[in-house]
């Protein structure tokens, strides 16, 4: 069955630092996938979608890596501050074009 | 524009009794959707709308029914709640289906007990 795996593990970093996070699928090749931002008791909010031709993709401190090859996304905060300390959700389209989202790894980013 | 909204926030629900989340959206979108969370797990879909009069189920509909009447609302049903309900709902709705991102609403948290 499809599976996506984030670091469960929350990741801590020191303000100014960048912050990378890890999305692994296995079992199916989506061709877009979407990460999102939740903070605790809220809905999560959309950040990037890229596409499996884009390799990469950026939005002011943000960047987003898609390789099929290892069937895995990466996501970068340059320059991280405590603001965006909250949980990082990663959300490939299955084969039928619903999205499904990873447990999401917790991030923690201390001034 | 409010986007989401989604009542009741909190509700504290025995064994066998039902209830209604409620799901607005302001922005016309065709799509919406029903997710659950749990704790330390990634969102399951339960339903989604592809438009009005329009529904279909998703990874975990078990134990829910939904509708949708009009573009804006679409309400999920519990029939008989049971303790493995308890958790949070979030509804979300899109402009379309493919490739677009969804705009969630800030969840309601139910606990059965």
């Known amino acids: 069955s499809q599976k996506i795996e984030q670091n469960s593990e929350a990741l801590n970093i020191q303000e100014g630092k960048t912050a990378t996070l890890t999305c692994n699928y296995t079992n199916y090749s989506p061709a877009y996938l979407q990460w999102y931002r939740q903070d605790p008791g809220r809905g999560p909010v959309f950040l990037l979608l890229?596409?499996?031709?884009?390799k990469e993709k950026r939005k002011e401190r943000l960047k987003v890596t898609f390789d099929t090859t290892l069937k895995q996304s990466l996501f970068h905060i340059t320059a991280s501050q405590p603001a965006d300390s909250a949980t990082y959700l990663c959300a490939p389209y299955n084969q039928g074009g619903k999205l499904i989202f990873g447990q999401g790894t917790e991030l923690s980013v201390k001034p | 524009n409010a986007g989401v909204t989604q009542t009741p926030k909190f509700r504290i629900l025995k064994i066998g009794q039902s209830m209604t989340l409620q799901c607005t959206q302001d922005?016309?979108?065709?799509?919406m959707y029903w997710y659950r969370q749990d704790p330390g797990m990634g969102l399951k879909l339960i339903y989604y709308?592809?438009?009005?009069?329009?529904?279909d189920k998703g990874e975990v509909p078990n134990g829910y029914n939904v509708s949708r009447s009009t573009t804006e609302d679409f309400p999920l049903r519990l029939e008989l709640a049971a303790p493995s309900q308890t958790s949070v709902y979030f509804c979300a709705s899109a402009p379309e289906e493919g490739h677009n991102e969804q705009f969630f609403g800030p969840g309601t948290r139910l606990t059965v007990l």
């Open positions: 890229i596409r499996e031709n884009e």
């Open positions: 922005m016309n979108h065709n799509y």
């Open positions: 709308s592809v438009g009005a009069g329009i529904t």
